[in-house]
């Protein structure tokens, strides 16, 4: 006597039976899954292949790079400690004024690249177009082109940071105010509000705390940005960093590496403490 089958065989049949395509196999979803896996590998292994990639190199420069760890023990400015906490000053001014000017240029254009406040397609396809040729173009590249334009120094940094997010800034403002919710707006409007009413009183209060939290973000990347660009002629600590490596100066390039480790970290614990504090202070307003 064959044995009776279970309340949940009988449901999951009877489901079966329902929906037949829910359950039946996909084998063309599951093909072009496996088509895409093979067609990943084979890119990387051509990737490897064409750019002659060595694990036996890559083992011979780890094995460098331990030697150069223990050339740099002990760490040892030699007297020039001041010279590099002045150069780590600025580093971070570099970061902070090149963050600034780029999100200030970059507010009016992220205002007039959201489809909720300029309608208008082809304005804001093109300004959408001009943004992302801004962003398109890597910090090093703007680096480059200041230094030729104003010359050696940290005021060429600051104009490659705030131009690299400018693009970077536009986009995503611009994509912040096309998400806000329309119901503060529209309750604005409902209280006989104009245009300028509605975006002081229904937008900004939702857009300012992402908004800034944005920019600590991008504070906390362009500071090491900042410290490579040092490398191009743009000032900083990456001046310093790059002629102490070009002369195997290995203990000083310790110095120079902790300190930025201990900067970057600081600045990090900072940035999270203030977006937090932006979040809470957002989720209590609601």
């Known amino acids: 006597m064959s044995a009776r089958p279970s309340l949940d065989a009988a449901r999951e049949a ?7 395509d829910v359950f039946r196999p996909r084998l063309a979803a599951r093909a072009a899954h496996v088509a895409l896996a093979v067609a990943a590998a084979a890119l990387f292994a051509f990737s490897l292949y064409w750019l002659d990639f060595s694990f036996e190199r890559f ?9 150069f760890v223990v050339l740099m023990l002990p760490p040892n400015a030699g007297g020039d400690l001041s010279l590099y906490l002045r150069s780590l000053a600025d580093t971070f001014a570099i970061a902070v004024l090149g963050t600034a000017l780029g999100a200030l240029v970059a507010a009016p254009f992220g205002f007039l690249a959201a489809k909720n406040i300029v309608p208008n397609a082809i304005f804001h396809f093109s300004l959408r177009r001009f943004v992302d040729c801004a962003r398109s173009i890597d910090i090093l590249i703007w680096a480059l082109i200041w230094v030729g334009v104003v010359g050696l120094g940290p005021f060429a940094g600051v104009l490659a940071i705030a131009s690299a997010d400018f693009g970077a800034f536009g986009k995503l403002f611009s994509e912040t105010i096309e998400a806000a ?6 309750g604005v409007r409902a209280a006989g509000g104009d245009r300028a009413a509605e975006i002081r009183f229904g937008l900004l209060p939702q857009i300012l705390p992402v908004l800034a939290g944005q920019i600590l973000y991008f504070l906390e990347t362009n ?27 290995w203990p000083r390039v310790a110095v120079l590496i902790l300190l930025l480790l201990v900067s970057v970290a600081a600045l990090d614990r900072l940035s999270e403490w203030a977006r937090r504090r932006l979040i809470s202070g957002e989720e209590q307003r609601l």
């Open 14 to 20: 009877a489901i079966r039976a329902a929906f037949p």
């Open 59 to 67: 083992a011979r420069g780890v094995a460098r790079l331990g030697q």
């Open 181 to 186: 919710e329309t119901r503060a707006i529209e």
């Open 223 to 249: 500071v090491r940005a900042a410290m490579v660009l040092g490398v191009v002629g743009a000032g900083g600590v990456g001046l310093h960093l790059s002629e102490q490596i070009r002369l195997l100066e």
